[in-house]
């Protein structure tokens, strides 16, 4: 009679178990961390991983508002009064003009007056045949003018009137000259009032507030009973001009 097959013994059965049972969960982890490493850098056929997102695109590069400067930051050249006011001092005698302006910042048109005179003036009458201290006092006088402004440099040309009296007599007549008739009127008889017109030039130099420079007159002094004709010159007058 044959012999009855011999199965395993428990014991081995056990171990074949716990062996089969050790191979599939090693199988397993291998499995898992394959998965893994793929998923971490990239997705295998079929797979729904999502794509890492792209940077947005940058926006339009556009110009920053400009901040809401106030006006006065803004630097810009000084305007001058148009039609500035004017006063004249030559020593003694003060005056005061007024301006207006015809064009530009170069022409302008003025008038005014004054009281007193420059007492350090020179003047050539036609009696005294030379230039000397001017003998006469102006008490008051008007003048108007076109003034031509170029830069630092004005030149004001118009008409003058006005009222004085000659102080004294400034030797009308030298030795050489014959002498005078005592019938018509001279300077000899001072003191004498006068009244005067004629024409003027200014000529002055400096900033545009402040300027120095000579004036020229060229003036008609008619006095009691005659005329006599007078070139001055003062060397110095300032205007002030604001």
């Given at each position: 009679?044959?012999?009855?097959?011999?199965?395993?013994s428990r014991a081995t059965r056990v171990a074949?178990?716990?062996?089969?049972?050790?191979?599939?969960a090693s199988g397993t982890a291998g499995a898992e961390g394959v998965s893994f490493g793929l998923s971490g850098s990239t997705s295998g056929p079929g797979g729904d991983s999502a794509k890492p997102a792209e940077p947005a695109p940058a926006e339009a590069s556009s110009p920053p508002p400009q901040a809401d400067a106030p006006a006065?930051?803004?630097s810009a050249p000084a305007e001058y009064d148009r039609n500035p006011a004017n006063y004249e001092f030559g020593f003694v005698t003060a005056a005061a003009?007024?301006?207006?302006?015809?064009?530009?910042?170069?022409?302008?048109?003025?008038?005014?007056?004054?009281?007193g005179p420059p007492l350090y003036r020179y003047t050539h009458l036609s009696t005294t045949k030379e230039f000397a201290w001017d003998p006469t006092l102006e008490i008051a006088y008007a003048n108007a003018f076109i003034r031509f402004t170029a830069g630092?440099?004005?030149?004001?040309?118009?008409?003058?009137?006005?009222?004085?009296?000659?102080?004294?007599?400034?030797?009308?007549?030298?030795?050489?000259?014959?002498?005078?008739?005592?019938?018509?009127?001279?300077?000899?008889?001072?003191?004498m009032s006068f009244f005067q017109y004629g024409a003027y030039a200014d000529l002055r130099f400096g900033s545009r507030g402040l300027k120095v420079?000579?004036?020229?007159?060229?003036?008609?002094?008619?006095?009691?009973?005659?005329?006599?004709?007078?070139?001055?010159?003062?060397?110095?007058?300032?205007?002030?001009?604001?």
């Amino acid at each position: 009679m044959a012999k009855a097959r011999e199965f395993p013994s428990r014991a081995t059965r056990v171990a074949l178990a716990a062996g089969a049972v050790m191979a599939l969960a090693s199988g397993t982890a291998g499995a898992e961390g394959v998965s893994f490493g793929l998923s971490g850098s990239t997705s295998g056929p079929g797979g729904d991983s999502a794509k890492p997102a792209e940077p947005a695109p940058a926006e339009a590069s556009s110009p920053p508002p400009q901040a809401d400067a106030p006006a006065a930051a803004i630097s810009a050249p000084a305007e001058y009064d148009r039609n500035p006011a004017n006063y004249e001092f030559g020593f003694v005698t003060a005056a005061a003009y007024q301006a207006w302006n015809l064009s530009g910042k170069s022409i302008y048109f003025g008038l005014g007056g004054g009281l007193g005179p420059p007492l350090y003036r020179y003047t050539h009458l036609s009696t005294t045949k030379e230039f000397a201290w001017d003998p006469t006092l102006e008490i008051a006088y008007a003048n108007a003018f076109i003034r031509f402004t170029a830069g630092f440099v004005d030149l004001d040309i118009g008409p003058k009137i006005g009222l004085g009296t000659v102080l004294y007599n400034p030797k009308s007549y030298s030795i050489t000259d014959p002498p005078r008739d005592p019938t018509k009127p001279s300077l000899d008889d001072a003191p004498m009032s006068f009244f005067q017109y004629g024409a003027y030039a200014d000529l002055r130099f400096g900033s545009r507030g402040l300027k120095v420079g000579p004036r020229i007159e060229i003036d008609r002094v008619a006095l009691a009973g005659f005329y006599d004709t007078a070139i001055r010159i003062t060397p110095l007058m300032l205007r002030w001009m604001h």
